[in-house]
């Protein structure tokens, strides 16, 4: 992966080099790629002078960060207490099978990453599901299928 | 800047008049429930209908946070609340565009949107008579949904930023005493004393000293403080700023986790405003008081809303708590004396200076005063933002204000207080809330989520839910939480696989109690406590799943059959429609069968089935 060191450097100095904004350069990197790269988990240390392993330690602790590519949509069916009850594993299992991945895994032809989260905070409306900024409320596992074909609209499935 | 009360009022005032010159005002609840229902398409569809009327000037809209009653979004609010409309644009979208203009111009109001009750034919016009809101005892919620969140003036019209100004021509120890007299308790868990931790702050040795605020909101199934950080961020900042100058810090940040960017978002307009009007930054007030505040996004990690470990993320390590031998008001955040209090904790500060501590005192119960906000959901009829004054009852949250259960089912229990907590059963529904009773039932008052369950919630089900959760959420530092909640989880999940052997359950409750006492932090000592709970008080749910292999909520997979009785099926077809892996065949008008090796038993076919025709076994 090809890293644009120039794109690098404005997001380091954003935060004026400073390592305790680590997790934010490194969100907004994610921001950039969908994902964070090696090369630049590596370019950032360097930048900032600190042990590669510092850097790993950050990007692996915090869920909200991603080592692997992302597909163009991701899938977030929420796993939060309100929405467990109302059946959201049952939504999350519909999503498995039909788009035969499963949680953290991007389908073949790049088009969906399938996450969970923990409450996306409209409980009201579980079991809810959000794909980019979109949200789906009150999802059935039949609804699912229709979800997916908003969003694979014209593209190679 | 301003610098005195006069220039408070004098912009209150010119922001009042300017809003007066409206012939109406409209709120449109965008916080994230009714955003998610489909508010902004109401918000766009009545401003172009509006200007298409001539009206676009004559009539105020506002984009409000969260009003409370999302399972019913997305809401709309005529006025000082004179009427509420429920569920704007979910059916008809232009047909409910055009009652709300209809609303406007000729003062008619829609029966169709207005709230319905559980008494047959009787509709709500004013919020205040919807039992719901009238139940409610609202002061740190008093001006979400009123707001415009983006707008400061509406804010200092409302009498925003006064108490920041009273409290500078406060002595610290004045503000000091004020908060400990109030009675006011951390709202972020623990339920600690604010005016004491702020006392030992301020005394402790070290410069600089750091005010922080928590709005890392972990909890799944929680969104109090996301709705008052997205809802009103000034009183958050307020309550920031009246805390700094009593304790004697020069900045402060804002823990908010990246997944909630409404918050961020608004937040950071906010303080920029603050900043504007002197609010924030150098010489607050023309007083000489330096004091800002910077947000911290963090990353997605519940531990990281533990106090030590929120401060190893601002400094930038990874989030991972440590042992608090020394306390973080001494040595926090760059081993400088730090105080760290929960988002609503701080937005209650501005009117326990504003009205005074006798006041504060007035409500709520014995050894928790003052309100508490919750977020009520689940089975539930009335899911939502509540606030409440402390001591309530759990059945007057649940019955009054909540509607009852969902589907009239009967209630089972309630979990309180997220992973940390437990879950109560009906036997003590008349227990009054707060802090203290809430632990004595082995539960937690937690930061604040209230989730019913009904007798289609599996307890065994639910405990390994949270055992689930915490097996991610733990950091690993330390063994006891690292291996013991993930042996727990094991467990429980072989009771739920229906592999579960005698002496199981004394074996969690050793294991559990293990795990409290030798954790390293908050998360691993009270993550049996979900366990536990369910324990005392359904034992016999756990027995059922041990010994009979059944699950009596028919919610474990392996332990239930889905069947069609053949009797009660009319054919109508509704069933197989939903099945997602289409396993359910039959003609219309014929009666249905499953193919039970194709089965995901998801339940589908049950929820549809209006005959009761489905029955889980
Ligand atoms: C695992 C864990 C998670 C926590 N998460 C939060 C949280 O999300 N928000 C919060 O305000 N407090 C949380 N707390 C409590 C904080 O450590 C701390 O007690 C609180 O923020 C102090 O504020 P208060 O005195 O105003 O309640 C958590 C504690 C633990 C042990
Ligand atoms: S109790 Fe759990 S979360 Fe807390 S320090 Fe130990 S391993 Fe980490
Ligand atoms: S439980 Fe789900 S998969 Fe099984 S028959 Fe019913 S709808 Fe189909
Ligand atoms: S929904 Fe109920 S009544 Fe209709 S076909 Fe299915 S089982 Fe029969
Ligand atoms: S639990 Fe799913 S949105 Fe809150
Ligand atoms: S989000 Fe609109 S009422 Fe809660």
Redesign the interface.
């Known amino acids: 992966m090809e890293v644009n060191s120039e794109r690098l450097h404005e997001i380091i100095n954003k935060y004026h080099g400073s390592a305790s904004h680590l997790l934010a350069m490194f969100q907004d990197i994610q921001r950039e790629y969908r994902y964070v790269p090696k090369e630049a988990i590596k370019f950032v240390a360097g930048e900032l002078n600190m042990p590669l392993a510092k850097a790993y330690e950050v990007v692996t602790f915090y869920k909200a960060l991603s080592l692997t590519p992302r597909g163009r949509h991701t899938v977030h069916v929420c796993m939060g207490t309100a929405c467990h009850l109302r059946g959201g594993t049952n939504i999350l299992d519909a999503f498995e099978r039909e788009l035969s991945v499963g949680v953290g895994e991007t389908t073949e032809n790049g088009l969906f990453t399938l996450e969970t989260v923990n409450c996306l905070g409209a409980c009201a409306l579980a079991p809810l599901v959000r794909v980019e900024e979109k949200d789906f409320g009150k999802t059935t596992p039949g609804g699912v299928k229709k979800i997916i074909n908003e969003f694979s609209g014209g593209e190679p499935s | 800047m301003i610098t005195s009360q006069e220039q408070l009022q004098s912009v209150a005032s010119e922001y009042k008049k300017k809003t007066a010159a409206f012939d109406a005002v409209i709120k449109i609840c965008c916080g994230?429930?009714c955003?998610?229902?489909g508010a902004l398409s109401v918000y766009e569809g009545l401003t172009a209908g509006l200007r298409g009327e001539g009206l676009a000037d004559k009539v105020l809209v506002k984009k409000t946070g969260c009003h409370g009653l999302?399972?019913r979004?997305p809401i709309v609010v005529f006025g000082q609340d004179e009427i509420l409309y429920q569920s704007v644009g979910k059916r008809n979208i232009d047909a409910d565009v055009a009652s709300l203009i209809a609303t406007v111009k000729e003062k008619k109001v829609a029966e169709q949107l207005l709230y319905k009750g559980e008494e047959k034919g009787k509709r709500y016009v004013s919020p205040y008579e919807i039992p719901f809101y009238s139940g409610q005892t609202r002061v740190v919620l008093s001006l979400n949904g009123a707001l415009d969140p983006e707008n400061i003036e509406e804010y200092i019209a409302e009498g925003g930023y006064g108490s920041l100004h009273k409290a500078l021509h406060m002595s610290p120890t004045e503000i000091i005493d004020s908060i400990e007299k109030s009675g006011l308790r951390g709202r972020g868990g623990g339920g600690f004393l604010t005016g004491y931790k702020w006392r030992s702050c301020r005394q402790a040795q070290g410069n600089p000293k750091y005010v922080l605020a928590n709005g890392d909101e972990?909890?799944?199934?929680?969104?109090m403080d996301?709705?008052l950080m997205e809802g009103n961020p000034h009183a958050i900042l307020e309550g920031m700023a009246i805390g700094a100058f009593a304790i004697g810090s020069g900045q402060g940040y804002i823990y908010v986790?990246?997944?909630?960017p409404l918050a961020v978002h608004r937040l950071s307009l906010a303080i920029e405003k603050a900043r504007e009007y002197g609010f924030l930054g150098k010489n607050i007030m023309g007083t000489g008081f330096d004091y800002d505040i910077d947000i911290?996004?963090?990353?997605?990690?519940?531990v990281c809303g533990e106090s030590t470990a929120l401060i190893s993320?601002?400094?930038?390590?990874?989030?991972?708590p440590r042992s608090k031998y020394t306390h973080t008001v001494d040595k926090g955040l760059w081993d400088k004396p730090t105080n760290l209090n929960n988002v609503e904790t701080w937005a209650n500060v501005p009117h326990i200076i504003d009205k005074g501590w006798e006041w504060f005192q007035s409500t709520g119960s014995p050894r928790s005063k003052g309100t508490k906000v919750f977020?009520l959901?689940?089975?539930v009829k009335n899911?939502?933002l509540i606030e409440v004054p402390m001591g309530i009852t759990l059945k007057e949250i649940i019955y009054d204000l909540g509607g009852g259960i969902q589907g009239d089912k009967k209630f089972k229990a309630v979990?309180t207080g997220?992973p940390s907590g437990g879950c109560i059963p009906e036997v003590y529904l008349d227990m009054p809330v707060d802090f203290d009773s809430l632990t004595k039932l082995g539960s937690m008052m937690g930061s604040g989520?209230m989730?019913v369950?009904d007798e289609r919630?599996c307890m065994v089900d639910?405990a390994r839910?949270?055992l689930n959760?915490l097996v991610q959420e733990s950091?690993g530092k330390c063994t006891p939480c690292r291996e013991g909640v993930r042996r727990m989880h094991e467990i429980v999940d072989r009771i739920c696989r229906g592999d579960g052997c005698r002496g199981d359950v004394e074996h969690l409750e050793e294991l559990g109690k293990a795990i409290q006492l030798s954790s390293l932090c908050g998360l691993g000592q009270s993550a049996p406590n979900p366990v536990l709970s369910t324990i005392r008080f359904f034992k016999e749910e756990y027995i059922a799943h041990i010994e009979e292999k059944r699950c009596p909520a028919g919610i474990c997979k392996d332990l239930i059959k889905m069947q069609i009785l053949p009797d009660l099926c009319t054919g109508c077809m509704r069933c197989a429609?939903?099945?997602?892996?289409g396993c359910i065949e039959g003609e219309k008008k014929g009666v249905h069968v499953i193919d039970q090796s194709r089965c995901?038993k998801?339940?589908?076919c049950y929820?549809a089935c209006r005959f009761g025709a489905v029955k889980i076994e």
Request: hydrophobic share 25%; glycine share 24%; charged share 20%.
């Open positions: 994230t429930g955003v998610s229902s999302c399972e979004g972990g909890d799944p199934g929680a969104f996301r709705s986790r990246d997944e909630y911290f996004r963090g990353g997605g990690a519940f993320s601002i400094e930038g390590k990874a989030g991972e977020s959901v689940g089975k899911t939502g979990q997220g989520g989730i369950m919630s639910v839910y949270f959760f950091c429609g939903e099945c997602p892996v995901t998801c339940g589908a929820d």
